[in-house]
């Protein structure tokens, strides 16, 4: 595994226990990468884990049980990163969450106060835990899954288009400081980006085997995603630092 794209590469996953953290959990470590995944759900994290480890004995996989909500407990796990593996290369956001309506007037605006704290308050959280050791990384990146509704929101999606166009915004303003602090250090470029993914939605085995004759048209897999995580590594981070590199059709 030391021969992997990310050999030596240290990644941090936030949301590692759902179907996407999982996948991207493998495909870190098969490239080599050490990776430590984070979710509140101390079981799903723990299988998570396992299955990585499992399957590529030569990486290091690690789980912790954090609060993203709370910004000091997502401080103490960057911290906790950085003492025991030295630094941080990268930072994959994947929590997610999804609540809609039937039509625009039918929006329920609790959906939103759920909706604010899963999209971006976590995504609030990590970028502030984790920018300066990214930044001070070779190849730091923050990596942000988003989806094609922040750029053209449907009527039944308003909560959940606002809450994903907002993490958007919070990260682009993280790519502007790793373009300005590239500037500063008096280097060709930045060397660290922040970068977004963006999927129409998601789709995995078990929503296959749930759906046997759904299309699932436009559905970006979690293998696919993963890929792609994977690929933001390597690309140059003047290439992807404040990009939208789109997996599914452009609007």
Same mark, same amino acid.
């Given at each position: 595994?030391?021969?992997?794209?990310?050999?030596?590469?240290?990644?941090?996953?936030?949301? +590692?226990?759902?179907?996407?953290?999982?996948? +991207?959990?493998? *495909?870190? @470590?098969? +490239?080599?990468? =050490?990776?430590?995944?984070?979710?509140?759900?101390? /079981?799903? #994290?723990?299988?998570?884990?396992?299955?990585?480890?499992?399957?590529?004995?030569?990486? !290091?996989?690690?789980?912790?049980?954090?609060?993203? #909500? /709370? #910004?000091?407990? !997502? *401080?103490?796990?960057?911290?906790?990163?950085?003492?025991?593996?030295?630094?941080?290369?990268?930072?994959?956001?994947?929590?997610?969450?999804?609540?809609?309506?039937?039509?625009? =007037? &039918? !929006?329920?605006?609790?959906?939103?106060?759920?909706?604010?704290?899963?999209?971006?308050?976590?995504?609030?959280?990590? !970028?502030?835990?984790?920018? /300066?050791?990214?930044? $001070?990384?070779?190849?730091? *990146?923050?990596?942000?899954?988003?989806?094609?509704?922040?750029?053209?929101? %449907?009527?039944?999606?308003?909560?959940? $288009?606002?809450? &994903?166009?907002?993490?958007?915004?919070? =990260?682009?303003?993280? @790519?502007?400081?790793?373009?300005?602090?590239?500037?500063?250090?008096?280097?060709?470029?930045?060397?660290?980006?922040?970068?977004?993914?963006?999927?129409?939605? #998601?789709?995995?085995?078990?929503?296959?085997?749930? *759906?046997?004759?759904?299309?699932?048209?436009?559905? =970006?897999?979690?293998?696919?995603?993963?890929? $792609?995580?994977?690929?933001?590594?390597?690309?140059?981070?003047?290439?992807?630092?404040?990009?939208?590199?789109?997996? %599914?059709?452009?609007?």
């Amino acid at each position: 595994m030391g021969n992997g794209a990310l050999s030596g590469a240290v990644i941090a996953v936030a949301g +590692a226990g759902g179907p996407a953290g999982r996948a +991207a959990l493998l *495909r870190l @470590a098969e +490239a080599g990468a =050490t990776v430590i995944g984070a979710d509140n759900d101390a /079981e799903r #994290l723990a299988e998570a884990v396992d299955a990585a480890s499992y399957a590529h004995g030569g990486s !290091t996989v690690v789980g912790d049980t954090v609060d993203l #909500l /709370e #910004l000091q407990s !997502t *401080r103490d796990w960057a911290t906790r990163i950085q003492k025991d593996f030295g630094r941080v290369d990268g930072l994959v956001h994947l929590v997610g969450g999804w609540r809609g309506s039937e039509t625009f =007037t &039918k !929006t329920v605006l609790d959906d939103w106060d759920l909706l604010e704290l899963l999209l971006i308050r976590t995504v609030q959280h990590t !970028t502030l835990a984790f920018h /300066e050791a990214l930044q $001070s990384s070779e190849r730091g *990146r923050y990596v942000l899954i988003s989806a094609a509704g922040a750029s053209n929101p %449907t009527a039944g999606n308003a909560a959940y $288009s606002a809450a &994903k166009a907002a993490a958007e915004a919070w =990260t682009l303003a993280m @790519a502007d400081y790793f373009r300005k602090a590239g500037i500063a250090e008096g280097s060709e470029g930045a060397t660290s980006a922040a970068a977004i993914l963006v999927v129409k939605a #998601l789709v995995h085995d078990a929503m296959r085997a749930e *759906r046997p004759n759904a299309k699932f048209a436009g559905f =970006t897999d979690v293998k696919d995603l993963a890929e $792609s995580i994977v690929d933001v590594w390597n690309r140059p981070a003047a290439e992807v630092n404040g990009n939208r590199l789109w997996l %599914t059709e452009k609007p």
